[in-house]
């Protein structure tokens, strides 16, 4: 299925249309690889417009790392917005909870202060060095400096880091996922809607 089909009719999730009010905020947080796709974001964000989202309701979510980032607000519908992260500045975190160790999690403002986020990540199957799973798109990627850096340089077993990651996104009330399964640089598979679904399908075809 192509990506407005998945996008319009997601698995787990009532059309698209229903998922958000006239006056809601709307994040689209892409991953790392993403980031960098506009065309795709674009896409993604004209279908939002298609289904009764104004411009100005629609944030992206990119960190300081990210690159092309004024670009693409040069292409974006006047009034849509683009935030980026800084992690090593506190002015942009905000304390979403504790987790189950009492420990603070902390996130990017932005986060927090939506009403409906969208996640977007190139699907890994068999997760690569820095990628913890399906909410890697949200977590350690807009947490703080020490998270971040934490998570890359961190010897614990990455089942828990991935445990901690998907904990972080639960907390956050993360509904809405798009993933693309990749193969030989192509993409093969496109799911959206609840994350467990749409890990459940691509890693069936994975």
């Known amino acids: 299925m192509s990506l407005y089909q998945m996008m319009t009719k997601p698995l787990g999730l009532p059309e698209l249309g229903q998922l958000f009010f006239s006056d809601d905020r709307i994040l689209l947080v892409p991953d790392a690889f993403y980031a960098a796709e506009h065309d795709v974001l674009l896409d993604i964000t004209g279908i939002f417009l298609e289904h009764g989202a104004e411009p100005p309701q ?46 603070p999690v902390m996130l990017n403002r932005t986060l927090i202060d939506a009403d409906l986020i969208l996640t977007i990540g190139k699907f890994a199957a068999v997760p690569g060095k820095n990628d913890f799973g399906i909410h890697s798109a949200v977590f350690p990627r807009f947490s703080g400096l020490e ?49 467990h679904l749409v890990e459940n399908f691509l890693r069936a075809y994975g």
Do not use: C, W, Y
């Not at 944030?59 to 092309?68: I, K, N, P, Q, S």
């Not at 670009?71 to 980026?84: C, K, W």
């Open 58 to 103: 629609i944030t992206l979510l990119f960190t300081d790392a990210d690159t092309g980032a004024d670009s693409l607000r040069q292409r974006l519908p006047a009034g849509a917005g683009i935030h980026i992260h800084q992690p090593g500045k506190e002015s942009e975190l905000a304390r979403l909870g504790v987790n189950d160790k009492d420990e």
């Open 147 to 195: 998270t971040v850096q934490r998570f890359q340089a961190s010897r614990v077993a990455k089942r828990k880091l991935k445990e901690e990651a998907d904990q972080a996104a639960s907390m956050l009330g993360i509904i809405f996922t798009v993933q693309f399964l990749h193969r030989k640089d192509k993409t093969t598979r496109i799911a959206a809607g609840l994350p």
